[in-house]
């Protein structure tokens, strides 16, 4: 499911192929481990302390069609340097 977190804090990101979505991914910067905003008993969208603690890479998916092409490290790459 969603999780607006990640969309709010702009931490979420999609990549395209051939001009179709091929997949998504994203960071964040709050406590919440996983899971989208169906989820009950989630921790407080609590900001992490970036002097201790690390973001977290959330919610990959790369479609099928997609796999293996080297798309979802892009990805992952563009959310450590946004990190």
């Known amino acids: 499911g969603v999780d607006t977190e990640l969309v709010?804090?702009?931490?979420?990101?999609?990549?395209?192929?051939?001009?179709?979505?091929?997949?998504?991914?994203g960071w964040s910067k709050r406590?919440?481990?996983?899971?989208?905003?169906?989820?009950?008993g989630r921790?407080?969208?609590?900001y992490l302390d970036p002097l201790k603690d690390a973001a977290k890479i959330r919610a990959f998916f790369i479609h099928p069609k997609f796999a293996r092409q080297g798309l979802?490290?892009?990805?992952?790459?563009?959310?450590?340097?946004?990190?």
């Open 72 to 83: 979802g490290s892009i990805l992952l790459k563009h959310c450590e340097r946004e990190a």
């Open 31 to 40: 406590k919440t481990l996983f899971g989208g905003n169906q989820f009950s």
């Open 43 to 46: 921790e407080e969208p609590e």
């Open 8 to 25: 709010k804090d702009m931490t979420y990101f999609v990549i395209e192929k051939d001009g179709e979505i091929a997949g998504c991914g």
